[in-house]
C-alpha cells in the first residue's frame, strides 16, 4: 500500500508543476470574471489529477471492496444480534479473532455462525451463551478438519448445516471414519461418549441435539489429533500465516 501511495505522490506532485505559471495566463486584467474563470480552471486541473493519482493508487478498487464488505459485515452483525442475543458481543469478539483460530474473515465466521444458530439454540433449550461457545468450537472444528483432511472448507460446512436438519448424508465428508447415514452419526456419538465416560464424565449425548453432535464431533477430531491445526498453522507454517493474513485483511477492508 506504501508504494502505491507513493506513485500516487508522484503523479500529484508534477501536475502541481507550473501552476502559478498558468494562472498568469488564464488570468486577464480585462475580465470581470478572471477570478471566478481562474479558479474553477485550476480546481478542475487539481481534481483531474488527483483522479488520476488515485486510480494509479488502486485506491478506487480498495474502496469499493471495503464499502462491499462492510456492507456484508453488517448484514452479518444483524443476524449474530438478532440469532445469539445478549451474547452477540461475545460472538463478536470470537469473529474478530477468526482469522488466528480458524483462518476465516470475522464476516465469513459470522455467515457461518448464523447459518445454524437457531438449531444450536433450539438444542440447548435456549441458552444463547452456551450456544455461542459451541458455536465457536464447530467453527474451529470445521477450519481444522480442512486444513487436516484437506476436504473444502465449503463441504465440511455443508455438512454440518446438514446435521442441524438431520441430515446426516454428508457425514463422510470428515473423513473421520464413518459414513453417511443415521446409523454411522450414532455410532460417532457412541464413540465419544466412550470417551466421555473413560474421563469421568456423563456420557449423555445423542443424536437428537445438534449441540451433542457438534460436541461428539469435536471430541472424536481431538482423539484424531485434529483439534487446534488451525492456529497452529498460522503461527508455524506459510501457508497458514498466508491464510490468517488474508483473513486479517478481509477483516481490515470490513473496518
Same mark, same amino acid.
Request: charged content about 35%.
Given at each position: 500500500m506504501a508504494t502505491e501511495l507513493a506513485k500516487a505522490y508522484v503523479q500529484i506532485v508534477p501536475s502541481a508543476e507550473g501552476i502559478s505559471g498558468s494562472i498568469e495566463? *488564464? *488570468? /486577464?486584467? =480585462?475580465? /470581470? /470574471?478572471?477570478g471566478d474563470k481562474a479558479g474553477g480552471l485550476l480546481g478542475g486541473n487539481l481534481v483531474g489529477a488527483i483522479k488520476g493519482a488515485i486510480a494509479a493508487a488502486g485506491i478506487g478498487t480498495i474502496l469499493k471492496e471495503t464499502l462491499g464488505q462492510g456492507a456484508a459485515l453488517q448484514q452479518s452483525i444483524g443476524g449474530i444480534e438478532t440469532l445469539y442475543k445478549e451474547s452477540a458481543d461475545k460472538m463478536k469478539q470470537y469473529a474478530d479473532e477468526a482469522y488466528r483460530t480458524a483462518g476465516l474473515s470475522a464476516n465469513e465466521y459470522m455467515e457461518q455462525t448464523t447459518s445454524f444458530a437457531a438449531a444450536l439454540v433450539s438444542s440447548l433449550g435456549g441458552d444463547t451463551e452456551a450456544a455461542a461457545e459451541a458455536a465457536n468450537m464447530a467453527i474451529i472444528d470445521m477450519a481444522d478438519n480442512s486444513n487436516k483432511m484437506g476436504t473444502s472448507m465449503e463441504s465440511i460446512q455443508n455438512a454440518y448445516q446438514g446435521f442441524a436438519k438431520g441430515n446426516y448424508t454428508m457425514l463422510d465428508n470428515l473423513k473421520l471414519g464413518f459414513g453417511g447415514t443415521?446409523?454411522?452419526?450414532?455410532?460417532? *456419538?457412541? =464413540?465419544a461418549n466412550k470417551v466421555k465416560e473413560a474421563n469421568g464424565e456423563m456420557a449423555d449425548l445423542s443424536i437428537d441435539s445438534f449441540a451433542d453432535i457438534t460436541e461428539a464431533i469435536h471430541i472424536i477430531q481431538t482423539e484424531m489429533g485434529i483439534t487446534g491445526t488451525t492456529a497452529a498453522e498460522a503461527s508455524a507454517t506459510i501457508e497458514g500465516s498466508m491464510n490468517a493474513a488474508k483473513a486479517a485483511y478481509d477483516n481490515f477492508l470490513n473496518g
Open positions: 495566463n *488564464i *488570468i /486577464s486584467p =480585462e475580465a /470581470s /470574471s478572471a443415521r446409523g454411522e452419526m450414532e455410532r460417532l *456419538i457412541e =464413540e
